[in-house]
């Protein structure tokens, strides 16, 4: 069959193997492939940077494969992404829009899970859902903490992020399954020790991103008449605040807030 000769459109005639053929049709096909995923690339990006023009803080979930993500995604958004006890349980990269602490809106990606020496021929498949995560304003890092070689996953993952270019980006730690430890020293900071599952981890993971988002926040204090206090709801969504004190006048707000966001305080002035 191998040595059969073909001719007519298409071929390169009498000579041509049925081998020759097997393999033009490969190469057509991983063409085929490649400007599918092109289409894919340039349409993530026209979503991307509508939501860079977004004033919402961004939040993205990055890991190991089966670190737990997908289960944090859930939990914080009350949403059901596919989760499970396997390699590559989330194949695309998911957004949601959540609230934390109030009305301060923010955006969630879960992405792909890494692993170490990813195939060559699946590096262009995992670029552009990886690449979802260049874009966030945190970080969080996900680690299975129960796996016994997850200090060796945490390398892959710091690997893969200088590979992209995202280590600047403000990070968080969070060691995972911390019901199935019983003796366990971390190699990250800052870090938390979580486990996803347990009834009070929304609270408790709500809790630990408002707190990190504080550090990459600016403080403020600003006077709010009372003929403007119909703006403090939309301020909401974009800061925290932390404390609200009512005189005569109107009241005093202290909080936090984003650089790219600090023009919205101006809409208080006199």
Do not use: C
């Not at 097997?22 to 995923?37: A, F, K, P, Y």
């Amino acid at each position: 069959m191998l040595s059969r000769q073909a001719g007519g459109i298409g071929s390169r005639g009498p000579g041509e193997s049925q081998l020759e053929l097997n393999r033009r049709s490969v190469r057509n096909q991983i063409t085929d492939i490649e400007r599918q995923l092109k289409v894919v690339e340039k349409n993530r990006a026209t979503v991307r940077e509508k939501r860079l023009e977004s004033s919402a803080f961004k939040i993205g979930l990055i890991g190991y494969t089966n670190a737990g993500k997908s289960t944090i995604m859930n939990t914080l958004t009350s949403k059901i992404q596919y989760e499970a006890d396997e390699l590559f349980a989330t194949l695309d990269a998911t957004t949601k829009s959540i609230h934390l602490g109030g009305n301060l809106q923010v955006t969630l990606t879960d992405t792909v899970g890494f692993i170490q020496d990813l195939p060559t021929e699946l590096v262009s498949s995992f670029k552009s859902t990886l690449e979802e995560s260049k874009h966030v304003d945190l970080l969080v890092h996900v680690i299975d903490a129960s796996n016994p070689y997850h200090e060796e996953h945490e390398k892959t993952v710091l690997s893969i992020m200088k590979d992209l270019d995202m280590e600047d980006i403000p990070r968080l730690t969070l060691y995972n399954k911390a019901d199935l430890l019983e003796d366990f020293t971390p190699t990250q900071t800052p870090y938390a020790l979580i486990s996803a599952k347990a009834e009070d981890s929304r609270e408790n993971l709500q809790a630990l991103f408002l707190e990190k988002i504080k550090d990459i926040f600016e403080p403020f204090t600003l006077r709010v008449p009372f003929s403007k206090s119909y703006k403090i709801h939309d301020l909401e969504s974009v800061a925290i605040l932390e404390d609200r004190d009512y005189q005569e006048d109107g009241e005093v707000i202290t909080g936090y807030i984003s650089e790219k966001n600090k023009w919205r305080l101006e809409e208080f002035y006199d």
